[in-house]
């Protein structure tokens, strides 16, 4: 049985201000995501480390990220909604302006550790808000705003670097739309705690947490956002470096993929109401396939190209989905989807960095083969999920 959001009870505290800033938190997130692909040649040229030296600051970033994601709920418990976010918002502020001031590559290292500490709890304290008060419709507005951010960042990267600056403005301007999102949280704390019975409901630990469908979830999630990431972060570097693409064209590219990305996950908002979430899904990861399958053939560089922005409109609706369907196939959602967004950053660290070894000793064309593997272990996990005994019980 569907358990929905008891919009009652939201409706009952006024007018939900909230959201507004949740849409900015999520196009906040999204910018430095989508720099960081473009910049990295320009970081590594900087600080004199190799190809596969992303690896470093991803797992880091990501590492730090999977420890605290779990502890969202708990800090929301204890803390209220409002507190916790702000708090990670700061921390989240202090990191970005200590990436754009970073002296030396421990420094920048260090500081991806600060981002990663304060994005577990941002990321998986805003999940749990949008899947508890809201459905799957605003939950890809949500990450389509996301998905805004990673397109306006690799612009923004491109110009600032056409231009001659460097890496580190762009972050500095982060930072200060940072800043705003803080002031915003700050301004609507009180509004972030007053959750529905429901979510109160979702936010207790219990027993049944653990199963078989949460498992599967968990291995979907690393392959969700490694492969969102693996693209974001390596195809740049296979567009100068193999395809023989200019900076600039390979940045546009890249912008492409996000703007991809983000059209797939508004029109997932936009429809979300005349589908099953079966069907988008299927729809979803047949996609991808397809766009994927088309990169790796590249059978004219026009053709190669545009497999990115399909590949971005594939992906799009993954995550918010998996997300939104959290409620109603799981207990203690808010604690579930904590360990799913630590599953999330695990992959966003882990494969794109394992992926830098293999493009450094195989090659970069293996990038193509390699993301095909990735997607077909989601598809598998997804095949196996749709019958799983905990997922069929709670429809």
Same mark, same amino acid.
């Given at each position: 049985?569907?358990?929905?959001?008891?919009?009652?009870?939201a409706a009952a505290v006024?007018p939900?201000t909230?959201?507004?800033v949740a849409?900015?938190?999520?196009f906040?997130f999204?910018l430095p995501?989508?720099l960081?692909g473009?910049?990295?040649? =320009?970081?590594?040229g900087?600080f004199?480390?190799?190809?596969?030296?992303?690896g470093?600051?991803?797992l880091?970033?990501n590492?730090?990220?999977?420890l605290t994601?779990?502890?969202s709920?708990?800090l929301?418990?204890?803390?209220?909604a409002?507190?916790?976010?702000?708090g990670a918002l700061s921390l989240?502020?202090?990191g970005?302006?200590a990436?754009?001031?970073a002296?030396?590559?421990?420094?920048?290292?260090?500081a991806?550790?600060l981002?990663g500490?304060?994005?577990?709890?941002?990321?998986?304290?805003?999940?749990a808000?949008?899947?508890l008060?809201?459905? =799957?419709g605003?939950?890809s507005?949500?990450?389509g705003?996301y998905?805004v951010?990673t397109?306006?960042?690799?612009?923004?990267?491109?110009a600032?670097?056409?231009?001659?600056?460097?890496?580190?403005?762009?972050y500095l301007a982060v930072a200060?739309?940072?800043?705003v999102?803080?002031?915003g949280?700050?301004?609507t704390r009180?509004?972030?705690?007053e959750?529905?019975?429901?979510?109160r409901r979702a936010?207790?630990p219990?027993?049944?947490?653990?199963n078989?469908?949460?498992?599967l979830?968990?291995?979907s999630?690393?392959?969700?956002v490694g492969?969102?990431?693996?693209v974001g972060?390596w195809?740049f570097?296979?567009?100068?470096?193999s395809r023989h693409?200019?900076?600039s064209?390979a940045?546009?590219l890249? =912008?492409l993929?996000?703007?991809?990305?983000?059209?797939?996950?508004l029109?997932?908002?936009?429809?979300a109401?005349?589908?099953t979430p079966?069907?988008?899904?299927?729809?979803?990861?047949?996609?991808s396939l397809?766009?994927?399958?088309l990169f790796?053939?590249n059978?004219a560089?026009?053709?190669?190209a545009a497999?990115?922005?399909?590949i971005?409109f594939g992906?799009?609706?993954?995550?918010?989905l998996?997300?939104?369907?959290?409620?109603?196939?799981?207990? =203690?959602?808010r604690?579930?989807v904590?360990?799913?967004?630590a599953?999330?950053?695990l992959g966003?660290g882990?494969?794109p960095?394992?992926?830098?070894?293999l493009?450094?000793?195989?090659?970069?064309?293996?990038l193509g083969p390699?993301?095909l593997?990735?997607?077909?272990?989601?598809v598998?996990?997804?095949?196996?999920?749709?019958?799983a005994p905990?997922?069929?019980a709670s429809?």
């Open positions: 049985m569907r358990r929905e959001p008891v919009a009652g009870k006024g939900d909230t959201l507004p849409l900015g938190a999520f906040l999204g995501d989508g960081l473009v910049a990295w040649p =320009s970081m590594r900087e004199q480390v190799g190809l596969a030296a992303l470093v600051p991803l880091v970033l590492g730090c990220y999977v994601a779990p502890l709920g708990i929301t418990n204890r803390l209220g409002g507190r916790a976010l702000s989240y502020l202090l970005l302006t990436v754009a001031l002296p030396t590559w421990l420094v920048l290292v260090m991806m550790g981002l500490l304060s994005l577990g709890i941002l990321d998986a304290g805003l999940n808000y949008a899947a008060r809201h459905g =799957s605003v939950m507005l949500l990450h705003l998905g951010g397109f306006v960042g690799p612009l923004a990267g491109t600032i670097l056409v231009a001659g600056r460097g890496w580190r403005p762009t200060v739309v940072a800043v999102a803080l002031i949280i700050i301004a009180r509004s972030w705690s959750r529905p019975a429901a979510a936010s207790r219990k027993e049944s947490l653990w078989s469908a949460l498992l979830s968990l291995v999630f690393v392959c969700v492969l969102e990431a693996s972060k195809a570097s296979v567009l100068i470096g693409f200019s900076a064209t940045g546009i890249v =912008s993929y996000w703007g991809g990305f983000t059209a797939g996950r029109v997932a908002a936009a429809t109401r005349f589908g079966g069907r988008l899904l299927t729809g979803s990861l047949a996609t397809l766009g994927i399958l790796w053939w059978p560089p026009e053709l190669g497999a990115l922005p399909l971005g992906f799009a609706a993954l995550f918010p998996l997300v939104a369907l959290t409620p109603q196939r799981m207990a =203690s959602a604690h579930a904590g360990f799913q967004i599953a999330g950053g966003a882990a494969i960095a394992l992926l830098g070894v493009l450094a000793e195989a090659g970069l064309e293996t390699a993301l593997l990735v997607a077909l272990a989601l598998g996990c997804q095949f196996l999920a749709a019958r905990q997922a069929a429809r």
